[in-house]
């Protein structure tokens, strides 16, 4: 038995024993699992159910969290070989520690639960500093040694996980045969703009499939789309650790994988960082923009857009008043739009950049992004990005003030409006993406 | 004495035409140097012109800024001046080359000079093309950087960025050069402490009112705006 971890091909053979671990982990290089990590995982065997949790510094919530997923593997899956994989990033505050001291018999009193089967929880530090891809390659890795059928990773970001959540996201792939679940949520309408403004209407445009959180902290996917991640994705390229959660939806969607939405709840987060705009742009939108290359002849053939099954409600809309600067919204795209004119002039056409310098000076009760504007804009920042004419990651920083200007707009637009108004506008949105398409496809064609 | 002057002149032109006859072939050396040096230094151009398309330089001379520069001072693209400098280096070459052969004494000593130089020059050429492009990416950083966190007047602060990296990489190519060393070291430390301090003493005394409404916007306004500004992109 090979546990030193550090040849190309590492070979587990497991115990004799029912219940063994997958026998051989192929991996590119080295192998990034720990010994001790390797250890445990050797003890838990083959599960049917992994939930995947990546940590840092989540000591305040992180029990109540465990002990959600521990009632919702009890309560829809009783009988099920199940496991807790802690990925962590360096936490300072115990939380690895919290994670595997949790026991059973925490949950047990209060909902009355009993489990047929032993559930583990076992914990791994795979850096000293947080890393997404890193810690969702170690969670994927794990499931493809302990040949896991079903999967669920959960970001403890969410202020409102609830014990229903794991059944919702593992109930498709374990009963029903699915290969991805992905969320919908009930969200207020000025929440998760970057999502309906930008990356759910323009990965239906492209791909084709109507995947409403196509980045999200909860998702679940079979052993087999994530062994195909865990094999395809470009870890060592250097940029695995951005947006990893945004390419394993594209990836599962450009390898023809069955796809579902499952609604959860309400959306909330633990912190609310409406100031990291740049850095969530980076996780997200430098990802799409980069597996457009790739992707392009599957995008490229695409025309229209397909729904996805989806269990439970669709996404919902709140409507409730919430404070939001709008001032300093129009202030930071009219400063943006006059201050990175030649910016600009490297990525837009001549025509886009003078209408937005048309609009920029205008106050906030004229003010208007049209979708037909912001949806050239985006093509345009995309053809850039994929020509380079300059730096990628000044691509992305550019566009964050042209964001705020269309968010803006969006606010507007639905100040007054119910919840079907509100959808109707993002379909509208999603429809304007799809019509211009082939300026895009006309852009990229022409790139050389 | 007329026999004397005839045999003296006759001496005279023996001695012109050996040396004439010792000259012409080298002569005939330095003019064939000189064309084929016209040659390679031709074919050299039009090899290094398309290798320079190939790789699209004129795009990478944009984004560092030398293109801007080319137009501003009336020259070709980037990739034609770039060609037409390793032709003239190449030819102008050859023709030193050449003209060492014909043995005038005291060029010698300079051709060896020129041809220690090449190398200093195009170090100190590409020390200033990667400079330009260290100034504009920085700048440009530094520009988007101060956009997006709201910092008043982002284009002076790109400009002041991109200024002091040029002035930095002029100073240590014109060392490289050897010219005038001591004049731009000078120059430089002047100019910079002239900056640092005119900086140091607007914000300290002029500046004393703006800086602090600048610290109190950065640091207590701001707080309390990204408070009531719940927005939250994903």
Redesign the interface.
């Given at each position: 038995m090979t546990l030193d971890g550090r040849s190309a091909v590492t070979s587990l053979v497991s115990p004799r024993r029912a219940g063994g671990i997958h026998t051989e982990l192929k991996l590119e290089d080295e192998t990034f699992l720990t010994d001790d990590f390797l250890r445990q995982l050797i003890n838990v065997g083959e599960v049917d159910i992994l939930v995947g949790l990546p940590t840092h510094n989540n000591a305040k919530t992180i029990r109540s969290i465990v002990q959600t997923i521990q009632s919702g593997i009890l309560q829809a899956f009783p009988r099920e070989r199940a496991v807790i994989i802690n990925a962590d990033g360096g936490s300072r505050d115990g939380t690895p520690e919290l994670v595997t001291g949790i026991s059973i018999d925490d949950v047990r009193p209060t909902s009355n639960l009993y489990a047929l089967r032993t559930l583990h929880s076992i914990s791994t530090k795979y850096g000293s500093t947080p890393a997404t891809g890193v810690a969702l390659r170690t969670i994927l890795a794990a499931a493809d040694l302990l040949r896991a059928k079903a999967c669920i990773v959960m970001f403890p970001e969410s202020a409102t996980i609830e014990s229903e959540w794991v059944s919702k996201l593992v109930r498709p792939i374990y009963r029903d045969g699915f290969d991805l679940v992905t969320p919908t949520y009930r969200r207020h309408k000025?929440?998760?703009?970057?999502?309906t403004n930008l990356l759910y209407p323009m990965i239906r445009a492209l791909y084709g499939v109507r995947i409403r959180e196509p980045?999200t902290a909860e998702f679940g996917f079979s052993g087999r789309l994530g062994s195909h991640f865990l094999n395809q994705n470009g870890w060592n390229d250097g940029t695995s650790g951005a947006g990893v959660e945004l390419r394993f939806t594209l990836a599962a969607i450009t390898g023809g994988y069955r796809i579902c939405q499952s609604f959860l709840g309400e959306k909330e987060?633990v912190e609310?960082?409406?100031?990291?705009?740049?850095p969530?742009?980076r996780q997200?939108v430098g990802p799409l923009f980069s597996a457009l290359e790739s992707d392009f002849p599957v995008w490229s053939l695409v025309t229209g857009s397909q729904p996805v099954p989806t269990t439970g409600n669709g996404p919902e809309v709140l409507l409730e008043p919430?404070?939001?600067?709008r001032k300093?919204?129009r202030?930071?795209f009219s400063?943006?739009v006059a201050?990175?004119n030649s910016?600009f002039q490297l990525i837009l056409s001549p025509s886009t950049l003078a209408e937005l310098q048309r609009i920029a000076p205008l106050g906030e009760d004229e003010f208007r992004y049209p979708a037909e504007l912001w949806v050239r804009t985006v093509y345009e920042f995309a053809a850039s990005f994929q020509k380079s004419?300059?730096?990628r990651d000044?691509t992305i920083?550019?566009l964050?003030?042209l964001?705020r200007g269309r968010?803006l707009t969006f606010l507007i637009e639905n100040r007054n409006a119910s919840a079907k108004e509100v959808e109707d506008n993002i379909e509208g949105l999603c429809l304007e993406f799809e019509r211009l398409k082939p300026y895009l496809l006309q852009m990229w064609k022409s790139r050389e | 004495m007329r026999e004397m002057i005839i045999s003296e002149l006759t001496q005279a032109l023996h001695e012109l035409a050996r040396d004439f006859a010792h000259f012409l072939p080298r002569l005939i050396v330095m003019l064939i140097l000189a064309f084929l040096g016209w040659v390679i230094a031709y074919v050299a151009k039009v090899v290094l012109r398309s290798i320079l398309r190939l790789i699209n330089f004129d795009k990478l001379s944009e984004n560092a800024g030398a293109s801007q520069l080319l137009t501003k001072a009336d020259l070709p693209s980037a990739t034609e001046v770039l060609s037409r400098f390793v032709f003239w280096v190449a030819w102008l070459g050859f023709i030193l080359l050449g003209v060492s052969v014909l043995g005038i004494l005291g060029l010698q000593e300079q051709i060896t000079k020129f041809f220690l130089f090449l190398p200093r020059l195009f170090v100190a050429l590409f020390i200033v093309f990667v400079g330009l492009l260290a100034a504009t990416f920085f700048s440009r950083a530094a520009l988007l950087a101060a956009v997006n966190a709201n910092v008043p007047s982002p284009r002076v602060l790109s400009a002041a960025i991109r200024s002091i990296i040029i002035a930095f990489i002029l100073s240590i190519a014109f060392e490289e050069l050897g010219l005038a060393e001591e004049t731009m070291l000078v120059a430089f430390g002047i100019a910079f402490g002239a900056l640092m301090l005119g900086l140091a003493i607007a914000f300290g005394i002029g500046g004393r009112d703006l800086a602090r409404r600048f610290l109190e916007e950065r640091f207590v306004r701001r707080k309390n705006e990204e408070n009531e500004d719940e927005l939250s992109p994903l």
């Amino acid at each position: 038995m090979t546990l030193d971890g550090r040849s190309a091909v590492t070979s587990l053979v497991s115990p004799r024993r029912a219940g063994g671990i997958h026998t051989e982990l192929k991996l590119e290089d080295e192998t990034f699992l720990t010994d001790d990590f390797l250890r445990q995982l050797i003890n838990v065997g083959e599960v049917d159910i992994l939930v995947g949790l990546p940590t840092h510094n989540n000591a305040k919530t992180i029990r109540s969290i465990v002990q959600t997923i521990q009632s919702g593997i009890l309560q829809a899956f009783p009988r099920e070989r199940a496991v807790i994989i802690n990925a962590d990033g360096g936490s300072r505050d115990g939380t690895p520690e919290l994670v595997t001291g949790i026991s059973i018999d925490d949950v047990r009193p209060t909902s009355n639960l009993y489990a047929l089967r032993t559930l583990h929880s076992i914990s791994t530090k795979y850096g000293s500093t947080p890393a997404t891809g890193v810690a969702l390659r170690t969670i994927l890795a794990a499931a493809d040694l302990l040949r896991a059928k079903a999967c669920i990773v959960m970001f403890p970001e969410s202020a409102t996980i609830e014990s229903e959540w794991v059944s919702k996201l593992v109930r498709p792939i374990y009963r029903d045969g699915f290969d991805l679940v992905t969320p919908t949520y009930r969200r207020h309408k000025s929440e998760g703009l970057l999502l309906t403004n930008l990356l759910y209407p323009m990965i239906r445009a492209l791909y084709g499939v109507r995947i409403r959180e196509p980045y999200t902290a909860e998702f679940g996917f079979s052993g087999r789309l994530g062994s195909h991640f865990l094999n395809q994705n470009g870890w060592n390229d250097g940029t695995s650790g951005a947006g990893v959660e945004l390419r394993f939806t594209l990836a599962a969607i450009t390898g023809g994988y069955r796809i579902c939405q499952s609604f959860l709840g309400e959306k909330e987060r633990v912190e609310r960082r409406g100031a990291d705009l740049v850095p969530a742009l980076r996780q997200t939108v430098g990802p799409l923009f980069s597996a457009l290359e790739s992707d392009f002849p599957v995008w490229s053939l695409v025309t229209g857009s397909q729904p996805v099954p989806t269990t439970g409600n669709g996404p919902e809309v709140l409507l409730e008043p919430m404070r939001v600067n709008r001032k300093r919204l129009r202030e930071m795209f009219s400063n943006g739009v006059a201050e990175l004119n030649s910016v600009f002039q490297l990525i837009l056409s001549p025509s886009t950049l003078a209408e937005l310098q048309r609009i920029a000076p205008l106050g906030e009760d004229e003010f208007r992004y049209p979708a037909e504007l912001w949806v050239r804009t985006v093509y345009e920042f995309a053809a850039s990005f994929q020509k380079s004419v300059i730096s990628r990651d000044h691509t992305i920083q550019a566009l964050a003030p042209l964001f705020r200007g269309r968010a803006l707009t969006f606010l507007i637009e639905n100040r007054n409006a119910s919840a079907k108004e509100v959808e109707d506008n993002i379909e509208g949105l999603c429809l304007e993406f799809e019509r211009l398409k082939p300026y895009l496809l006309q852009m990229w064609k022409s790139r050389e | 004495m007329r026999e004397m002057i005839i045999s003296e002149l006759t001496q005279a032109l023996h001695e012109l035409a050996r040396d004439f006859a010792h000259f012409l072939p080298r002569l005939i050396v330095m003019l064939i140097l000189a064309f084929l040096g016209w040659v390679i230094a031709y074919v050299a151009k039009v090899v290094l012109r398309s290798i320079l398309r190939l790789i699209n330089f004129d795009k990478l001379s944009e984004n560092a800024g030398a293109s801007q520069l080319l137009t501003k001072a009336d020259l070709p693209s980037a990739t034609e001046v770039l060609s037409r400098f390793v032709f003239w280096v190449a030819w102008l070459g050859f023709i030193l080359l050449g003209v060492s052969v014909l043995g005038i004494l005291g060029l010698q000593e300079q051709i060896t000079k020129f041809f220690l130089f090449l190398p200093r020059l195009f170090v100190a050429l590409f020390i200033v093309f990667v400079g330009l492009l260290a100034a504009t990416f920085f700048s440009r950083a530094a520009l988007l950087a101060a956009v997006n966190a709201n910092v008043p007047s982002p284009r002076v602060l790109s400009a002041a960025i991109r200024s002091i990296i040029i002035a930095f990489i002029l100073s240590i190519a014109f060392e490289e050069l050897g010219l005038a060393e001591e004049t731009m070291l000078v120059a430089f430390g002047i100019a910079f402490g002239a900056l640092m301090l005119g900086l140091a003493i607007a914000f300290g005394i002029g500046g004393r009112d703006l800086a602090r409404r600048f610290l109190e916007e950065r640091f207590v306004r701001r707080k309390n705006e990204e408070n009531e500004d719940e927005l939250s992109p994903l």
